[in-house]
């Protein structure tokens, strides 16, 4: 194992249970265990021990969040870790998708649609090339990892190594770069565009933020330099670079030759099937897009969904798994893969990677059917669970509460109970639902528990089983004087970050939620959870989900969790035990050690803030503009830099939001659409 690739960078030093999960699981690595569990409560700092982990075993690492949100907190964690190490973001690069499919019974067929956020796909671009080029690297990605992505050996073979003094005129390394898929444009650049000013030509990476300007000087290249596109300040001089495909499906002429032809071959094929089947009009349908495309692909080398065709350029066999994510790590002298692989949330993550083959297979066999693909179609696609596994290294899952599979593949499982701070597990309670005597039932019982804790400064939580039953009890609790406001999954990406932050706050006291209040959630105001209707065995009511829920409360020394049940079922035992468990032991730490528990301080800091501002700094520099296309060019080249800036942190939100902003700017004085959409804006935002 190669050492000290990893610098890792922090003023604490590991603390509670962290040094002994750290050195149980660099042992089972270095003996060789395929899989391991780092069975974390809340608020011990699994993250902290996984990256003490990295740094001392050397190794490229992947690291699998269950979604976007999650993945962009780790990958900004483990960035603060490793400031001088390559940590990447690799999650799905669009922000609306709608896959294609065919209804057959309402005869409907529904054409891709997807909107592809540039910025996410330049970061995936950068995240593939870092892999191929350097060994102390950190991939933070989401199951997309798992997704068909081209082949790594074709991505790197065509990759232009330009250098000082070589011989090319401006007009081959253009064409090259049309090859490889890069646009020329006469406008502004972003990633994947060049243009020619002079003698010169400008490129964006279509990895990176920067321009690199290519000088040209009989027939040769005589200098380089990396110059930042909004002040035009010469960042660097460069002696050599390498410039990847701007897709990360790319093929060479002799390829393409060879997949037209294979692709022709399965059409003949598979059009003899469907006529001998009596289908005609699907026959039909299959030869004319498959023509239409091979005629693309022969003209420009790319057509629309040529991921459908990828087993041909791959000279893969039917049924093979595609190459994804995972075949740009590298791999040892015996072939086996050289890398970690860390599965956080694992209890979620992990039924993620199993199933989304399925649903894929499902859709895709319809499409083939019915004359819209070719059957190859459906070679481009996820890995199966047994696939990724054959694909990975040594596995670390990482979770609160780990799932039969995680506990059925760890050759060992390494508990992380205490937490450095002191804090312990809450105090849980069983109430009954129903009226009861004097006791008023589960709600009556919440509402008085509710104002005892808020009276104190504290804030509650309320879940319930169904968005209905969120919405009527949010209703009902402002109506019984206290504030209240629900949160379920149709409510908008930053309305629930809003919620949230104004929770923290102390604008409103209580949030009564379904399935968002589990994993991932940093709370440390709650210092009461009331679960309603907790004796309902399913989902929501699992052992792994109460125990999630009950961690919510344990970043407050006055976390309190109370089950409202008429029946004790197995979920509810086996919860209250291991919770009980854990607080035991803290306990038991603390006494030792002269711990006395405190809540955890943490400032409320998020994105609201940021766009809010960027809201009315917007609309007031609109007002201001003097309209004229200089100024306007000014400001939209402002907006840009600040939208890469928030990219660079991982704050999406805000970006998006500066991208609309930007397409509003440029549309602004084109045409009265324009203009009308930024009085929209003004409107929404006074």
């Known amino acids: ?141 989401s199951v ?58 400008e490129i964006m ?9 290519v000088e040209f000087a009989d027939e040769k290249i005589a200098r380089m330099e990396k110059i930042d596109p909004i002040t035009r300040r010469i960042i660097r001089e460069k002696r ?26 399965e059409l003949k094929e598979r059009l003899r099937e469907l006529e001998q089947l009596g289908k005609i009009l699907e026959a039909e349908r299959l030869k004319r897009r498959t023509n239409y495309d091979l005629a693309m692909i022969k003209e420009i080398g790319y057509c629309n969904g040529i991921e459908n065709y990828s087993r041909h350029f791959s000279g893969r066999s039917p049924g093979a798994p595609p190459d994804t994510l995972l075949s740009y790590f590298p791999r040892g002298k015996d072939g086996r893969p050289d890398f970690l692989t860390i599965i956080d949330e694992s209890h979620v993550t992990v039924p993620q990677l199993a199933g989304m083959q399925a649903g894929d297979a499902s859709r895709k066999k319809t499409l083939i059917e019915h004359g819209f693909r070719l059957p190859s179609a459906a070679d481009n696609r996820p890995l199966t669970l047994e696939e990724f596994e054959a694909r990975v290294g040594e596995v670390v899952f990482t979770t609160a509460t780990p799932s039969a599979y995680e506990r059925e593949k760890s050759s060992r499982i390494v508990e992380q109970i205490i937490r450095p701070t002191g804090l312990v597990d809450p105090e849980v309670l069983i109430r009954p639902i129903k009226e009861r005597g004097s006791f008023p039932g589960q709600v009556g019982d919440f509402i008085d528990e509710a104002k005892r804790v808020i009276k104190m400064g504290n804030r509650v939580i309320a879940t319930t089983l169904t968005k209905k039953m969120a919405e009527d009890l949010a209703g009902f609790l402002k109506e019984e004087g206290i504030k209240a ?168 939100e805000t970006a998006a939001l500066l991208r609309d902003e930007i397409e509003a700017l440029e549309a602004f004085g084109a045409d009265e659409g324009g203009i009308s959409r930024i009085n929209r804006r003004k409107g929404r935002i006074k």
């Open 1 to 141: 194992m190669s050492k000290k690739v990893f610098k890792l960078k922090n003023k604490f030093s590991p603390a509670g249970d962290q040094p002994r999960a750290i050195a149980e699981l660099i042992d089972g690595l270095k003996k060789g265990f395929r899989y391991q569990t780092l069975l974390g409560v809340t608020g011990s700092g699994k993250t902290f021990t996984v990256a003490n982990v990295i740094a001392e075993i050397g190794k490229p690492t992947i690291v699998i969040a269950h979604n976007k949100t999650l993945a962009a907190q780790l990958a900004a964690e483990y960035r603060e870790f490793f400031p001088e190490n390559a940590v990447h973001y690799f999650v799905s690069y669009y922000d609306y998708y709608q896959p294609e499919a065919y209804l057959p019974v309402t005869d409907t067929y529904i054409e891709k649609e997807a909107q592809i956020n540039e910025e996410i796909d330049r970061l995936r671009h950068a995240a593939t090339e870092a892999l191929l080029t350097r060994r102390d690297v950190i991939v933070v990605a």
């Open 144 to 201: 997309s990892c798992i997704y068909n992505l081209g082949a790594p050996f074709e991505y790197e073979k065509v990759n232009l190594r330009l250098g000082r003094g070589r011989k090319m005129s401006r007009g081959d390394l253009a064409r090259a770069l049309v090859g490889i898929h890069f646009k020329r444009t006469n406008a502004d650049l972003s990633p994947g565009l060049f243009r020619a000013i002079g003698n010169n030509l």
């Open 205 to 213: 990476p279509v990895s990176e933020r920067t321009v690199l300007r």
């Open 240 to 265: 050599m670079v390498s410039l990847f495909p701007a897709k990360h499906f790319v093929s060479d002429e002799k390829q393409n030759t060879f997949a037209i032809e294979s692709i022709k071959t």
């Open 485 to 652: 406001e629900y949160l379920h999954s149709e409510i908008e990406t930053l309305d629930r970050v809003r919620i949230l932050s104004e929770f923290r706050r102390g604008v409103f006291d209580c949030l009564v939620g379904v399935n968002l209040l589990r994993e991932g959630l940093d709370l440390p105001e709650v210092a009461f959870i009331g679960i309603l209707d907790a004796d309902k065995e399913g989902f929501l009511r699992s052992e792994t989900s109460l125990i999630q829920i009950i961690g919510r409360t344990a970043r407050n020394a006055a976390g309190r969790v109370v089950l409202y049940a008429d029946t004790v079922t197995g979920s509810i035992r086996r919860a209250m035990e291991e919770t009980n468990r854990r607080r035991h032991l803290q306990l038991e730490y603390n006494k030792k050690h002269g711990i006395t528990p405190k809540t955890i301080e943490k400032s409320v800091k998020d994105i609201t803030d940021s766009i809010e501002s960027l809201r009315k700094k917007t609309i007031a520099d609109i007002i201001k503009l003097d309209l004229t296309c200089a100024g306007r060019h000014t400001l939209i080249a402002e907006k840009k830099k600040q939208m890469n800036e928030a990219v660079k942190e991982l704050d999406f």
